[in-house]
Protein backbone atom coordinates (compact mmCIF):
# COMPACT_ATOMS: atom_id res chain seq x y z
CA UNK A 1 0.00 0.00 0.00
CA UNK A 2 2.90 2.33 0.65
CA UNK A 3 4.17 1.86 -2.62
CA UNK A 4 1.00 2.53 -4.23
CA UNK A 5 1.00 5.72 -1.86
CA UNK A 6 4.55 6.78 -3.11
CA UNK A 7 3.70 5.75 -6.88
CA UNK A 8 0.92 8.10 -6.77
CA UNK A 9 2.48 11.10 -5.47
CA UNK A 10 5.45 11.09 -7.88
CA UNK A 11 2.93 10.73 -10.88
CA UNK A 12 1.07 13.95 -9.48
CA UNK A 13 4.37 15.44 -8.94
CA UNK A 14 4.93 14.42 -13.05
CA UNK A 15 2.43 15.84 -14.11
CA UNK A 16 2.37 19.42 -12.44
CA UNK A 17 5.78 19.45 -13.39
CA UNK A 18 4.50 18.87 -17.11
CA UNK A 19 1.72 21.43 -17.00
CA UNK A 20 4.14 23.94 -15.91
CA UNK A 21 6.52 23.23 -18.65
CA UNK A 22 3.94 23.57 -21.39
CA UNK A 23 2.74 26.79 -19.80
CA UNK A 24 6.42 28.26 -20.00
CA UNK A 25 6.65 27.15 -23.46
CA UNK A 26 3.28 28.75 -24.60
CA UNK A 27 4.63 32.24 -22.76
CA UNK A 28 7.70 31.81 -24.62
CA UNK A 29 6.17 30.84 -27.55
CA UNK A 30 3.93 34.44 -27.33
CA UNK A 31 7.02 36.72 -25.79
CA UNK A 32 9.12 35.92 -29.48
CA UNK A 33 6.05 37.12 -31.52
CA UNK A 34 6.86 40.59 -33.04
CA UNK A 35 5.86 42.28 -36.36
CA UNK A 36 7.49 41.22 -39.74
CA UNK A 37 7.17 44.05 -42.80
CA UNK A 38 7.82 42.68 -46.31
CA UNK A 39 8.65 45.81 -47.73
CA UNK A 40 8.44 46.35 -51.71
CA UNK A 41 10.65 48.05 -54.09
CA UNK A 42 12.10 47.91 -57.58
CA UNK A 43 15.52 47.71 -57.58
CA UNK A 44 15.29 50.62 -60.53
CA UNK A 45 13.42 53.46 -61.86
CA UNK A 46 13.88 57.02 -63.61
CA UNK A 47 14.65 60.25 -62.93
CA UNK A 48 11.28 61.47 -62.79
CA UNK A 49 9.30 58.58 -62.50
CA UNK A 50 6.41 57.99 -59.67
CA UNK A 51 8.07 55.18 -57.32
CA UNK A 52 5.85 52.80 -55.49
CA UNK A 53 6.85 51.83 -52.02
CA UNK A 54 5.01 49.32 -50.44
CA UNK A 55 4.96 47.28 -47.44
CA UNK A 56 2.90 44.49 -46.10
CA UNK A 57 2.80 44.30 -42.04
CA UNK A 58 1.76 40.97 -40.48
CA UNK A 59 2.07 40.13 -36.84
CA UNK A 60 3.17 36.63 -35.52
CA UNK A 61 3.08 34.00 -38.59
CA UNK A 62 0.36 35.16 -40.42
CA UNK A 63 -1.87 38.01 -38.67
CA UNK A 64 -2.34 41.21 -41.03
CA UNK A 65 -1.91 44.25 -39.33
CA UNK A 66 -4.19 47.07 -40.44
CA UNK A 67 -3.91 49.65 -37.84
CA UNK A 68 -0.38 50.31 -37.39
CA UNK A 69 0.63 52.81 -35.06
CA UNK A 70 3.37 55.18 -37.80
CA UNK A 71 4.04 53.46 -41.44
CA UNK A 72 6.59 56.21 -42.65
CA UNK A 73 9.38 55.35 -45.63
CA UNK A 74 12.47 57.71 -44.65
CA UNK A 75 14.79 57.92 -47.56
CA UNK A 76 17.73 59.84 -48.64
CA UNK A 77 20.72 59.67 -51.59
CA UNK A 78 23.50 57.94 -50.61
CA UNK A 79 25.92 60.72 -51.13
CA UNK A 80 23.89 63.11 -48.94
CA UNK A 81 23.34 60.98 -46.21
CA UNK A 82 22.71 64.52 -44.17
CA UNK A 83 19.57 65.51 -45.71
CA UNK A 84 16.58 63.04 -45.52
CA UNK A 85 12.98 62.94 -46.21
CA UNK A 86 9.75 61.18 -44.49
CA UNK A 87 7.06 60.61 -46.62
CA UNK A 88 3.86 59.16 -44.52
CA UNK A 89 2.37 55.56 -46.24
CA UNK A 90 -0.88 55.27 -47.31
CA UNK A 91 -3.36 52.96 -44.90
CA UNK A 92 -5.31 50.72 -47.27
CA UNK A 93 -6.90 48.87 -43.69
CA UNK A 94 -5.66 45.24 -45.24
CA UNK A 95 -2.26 45.18 -43.74
CA UNK A 96 -0.82 47.03 -46.67
CA UNK A 97 0.22 50.39 -46.71
CA UNK A 98 2.13 52.44 -49.92
CA UNK A 99 3.66 55.64 -50.75
CA UNK A 100 4.08 57.27 -54.28
CA UNK A 101 7.45 58.92 -54.67
CA UNK A 102 9.58 60.87 -57.59
CA UNK A 103 13.13 61.23 -57.51
CA UNK A 104 14.21 64.21 -59.48
CA UNK A 105 18.08 63.44 -59.46
CA UNK A 106 19.78 60.22 -60.19
CA UNK A 107 22.01 58.04 -58.03
CA UNK A 108 21.61 55.19 -55.42
CA UNK A 109 18.79 55.94 -52.39
CA UNK A 110 18.36 53.95 -49.59
CA UNK A 111 14.70 53.36 -47.88
CA UNK A 112 13.48 52.66 -44.71
CA UNK A 113 9.80 51.67 -44.28
CA UNK A 114 9.23 52.62 -40.49
CA UNK A 115 6.45 50.89 -38.79
CA UNK A 116 5.23 50.86 -35.29
CA UNK A 117 2.47 48.31 -34.23
CA UNK A 118 1.43 46.34 -31.17
CA UNK A 119 4.14 48.54 -29.46
CA UNK A 120 6.89 47.49 -31.60
CA UNK A 121 9.04 48.74 -34.26
CA UNK A 122 10.72 47.38 -37.41
CA UNK A 123 12.23 49.13 -39.94
CA UNK A 124 13.30 46.78 -43.13
CA UNK A 125 15.75 49.14 -45.16
CA UNK A 126 16.42 48.84 -49.04
CA UNK A 127 18.01 51.21 -52.20
CA UNK A 128 16.86 51.94 -55.31
CA UNK A 129 19.09 53.07 -57.91
CA UNK A 130 17.70 56.14 -60.17
CA UNK A 131 18.68 56.34 -63.73
CA UNK A 132 18.52 60.06 -66.05
CA UNK A 133 19.74 62.87 -65.85
CA UNK A 134 19.05 65.59 -63.00
CA UNK A 135 15.30 66.98 -63.82
CA UNK A 136 14.70 70.85 -64.66
CA UNK A 137 13.19 72.47 -61.78
CA UNK A 138 11.47 75.66 -63.41
CA UNK A 139 9.08 77.29 -61.69
CA UNK A 140 8.40 74.75 -59.30
CA UNK A 141 11.34 75.08 -57.60
CA UNK A 142 10.43 76.96 -54.51
CA UNK A 143 8.05 75.14 -53.89
CA UNK A 144 9.66 71.17 -54.60
CA UNK A 145 12.67 72.90 -52.47
CA UNK A 146 10.01 74.42 -49.60
CA UNK A 147 7.77 71.10 -49.56
CA UNK A 148 11.01 69.32 -49.40
CA UNK A 149 12.30 70.74 -46.25
CA UNK A 150 9.31 70.70 -44.42
CA UNK A 151 9.37 66.24 -44.93
CA UNK A 152 12.76 66.38 -43.76
CA UNK A 153 14.48 64.54 -40.84
CA UNK A 154 15.63 65.71 -37.88
CA UNK A 155 17.30 63.69 -34.83
CA UNK A 156 17.20 65.04 -32.05
CA UNK A 157 20.10 67.60 -31.88
CA UNK A 158 22.87 66.54 -29.10
CA UNK A 159 21.48 63.38 -28.41
CA UNK A 160 23.67 60.16 -28.93
CA UNK A 161 24.06 56.77 -28.74
CA UNK A 162 27.34 55.06 -27.88
CA UNK A 163 27.26 51.07 -28.12
CA UNK A 164 30.40 50.06 -25.85
CA UNK A 165 32.91 47.72 -28.16
CA UNK A 166 32.01 44.45 -29.11
CA UNK A 167 34.80 42.07 -29.56
CA UNK A 168 35.30 38.14 -30.29
CA UNK A 169 31.72 37.05 -29.82
CA UNK A 170 31.30 33.55 -30.42
CA UNK A 171 28.61 31.47 -31.06
CA UNK A 172 26.16 30.61 -27.83
CA UNK A 173 28.33 32.74 -26.14
CA UNK A 174 25.96 34.80 -23.62
CA UNK A 175 27.29 38.73 -24.11
CA UNK A 176 26.40 41.92 -21.89
CA UNK A 177 25.43 44.12 -25.21
CA UNK A 178 25.91 47.82 -23.07
CA UNK A 179 24.44 51.63 -24.87
CA UNK A 180 25.37 54.49 -23.37
CA UNK A 181 22.93 57.76 -24.05
CA UNK A 182 23.71 61.22 -23.90
CA UNK A 183 21.95 64.51 -24.32
CA UNK A 184 24.53 67.44 -24.68
CA UNK A 185 27.19 64.96 -23.50
CA UNK A 186 25.41 64.06 -20.18
CA UNK A 187 23.72 61.05 -19.37
CA UNK A 188 20.74 60.35 -20.64
CA UNK A 189 18.04 58.10 -17.95
CA UNK A 190 14.80 56.85 -17.91
CA UNK A 191 14.30 55.79 -21.46
CA UNK A 192 13.49 52.79 -23.24
CA UNK A 193 16.04 50.97 -24.70
CA UNK A 194 15.48 47.96 -27.09
CA UNK A 195 17.72 46.08 -29.08
CA UNK A 196 16.83 44.82 -32.75
CA UNK A 197 18.56 41.77 -33.69
CA UNK A 198 18.89 41.03 -37.37
CA UNK A 199 20.96 38.34 -38.18
CA UNK A 200 21.68 36.94 -41.65
CA UNK A 201 19.56 34.36 -43.17
CA UNK A 202 16.33 34.83 -41.01
CA UNK A 203 13.42 36.48 -41.11
CA UNK A 204 12.28 37.02 -37.84
CA UNK A 205 14.01 39.35 -36.11
CA UNK A 206 14.95 39.20 -32.54
CA UNK A 207 13.85 42.05 -29.79
CA UNK A 208 15.45 42.51 -26.74
CA UNK A 209 14.76 44.52 -24.10
CA UNK A 210 17.26 46.55 -21.63
CA UNK A 211 17.91 47.37 -18.38
CA UNK A 212 19.39 50.60 -16.88
CA UNK A 213 22.19 49.85 -14.53
CA UNK A 214 23.65 52.95 -14.16
CA UNK A 215 22.74 56.51 -15.12
CA UNK A 216 22.31 56.50 -18.99
CA UNK A 217 23.71 53.38 -18.93
CA UNK A 218 21.58 50.11 -20.44
CA UNK A 219 22.51 46.30 -20.78
CA UNK A 220 21.15 43.22 -21.99
CA UNK A 221 22.07 39.99 -22.37
CA UNK A 222 22.07 38.07 -25.92
CA UNK A 223 23.25 34.60 -27.02
CA UNK A 224 23.71 34.46 -30.58
CA UNK A 225 22.96 31.02 -31.70
CA UNK A 226 24.79 31.66 -35.97
CA UNK A 227 27.98 32.62 -36.65
CA UNK A 228 27.75 35.75 -39.36
CA UNK A 229 27.22 39.26 -39.93
CA UNK A 230 24.75 40.94 -37.87
CA UNK A 231 22.79 44.24 -38.00
CA UNK A 232 21.92 45.49 -34.55
CA UNK A 233 19.24 48.77 -34.50
CA UNK A 234 19.23 50.54 -31.10
CA UNK A 235 16.01 51.84 -30.53
CA UNK A 236 15.57 54.71 -27.96
CA UNK A 237 11.83 55.70 -26.83
CA UNK A 238 10.42 57.19 -23.65
CA UNK A 239 7.44 59.39 -22.60
CA UNK A 240 8.69 62.61 -23.65
CA UNK A 241 7.87 61.54 -27.37
CA UNK A 242 11.71 60.92 -28.26
CA UNK A 243 12.31 58.57 -30.68
CA UNK A 244 16.06 58.07 -32.06
CA UNK A 245 17.32 54.90 -33.60
CA UNK A 246 21.37 54.15 -34.84
CA UNK A 247 22.90 51.03 -36.41
CA UNK A 248 25.68 48.74 -35.28
CA UNK A 249 27.09 45.87 -37.40
CA UNK A 250 29.42 43.32 -36.11
CA UNK A 251 30.68 39.59 -36.75
CA UNK A 252 29.68 36.52 -34.96
CA UNK A 253 32.45 33.95 -35.09
CA UNK A 254 32.29 30.02 -34.64
Not at 25 to 51: R, T, Y
Not at 141 to 149: G, L, Q
Not at 211 to 235: C, I, L, P, R
Request: proline share 2%; net charge negative; with cysteine.
Amino acid sequence: MKKIYILITLLTLLLVACNNQTENDEQEHEEVKGIQVDFELPKEAEVGESVSLQTTVTYGEDELVTDAEEMTFEYWNVEDEDNTVNVDATNHEDGTYSAEVTFEEPGTYEIYAHTTARDMHSMPKKSITINGEEAEHHDHESHDETESTEHEHEHQHGFEIKLNPLESITVNQEKDITVELTMDEEPYENARVRYEIILENKAEHDWVETEEVDTGKYVASYSFEDAGQVEMVVHVTDDTGLHEHEEFEFEIEE
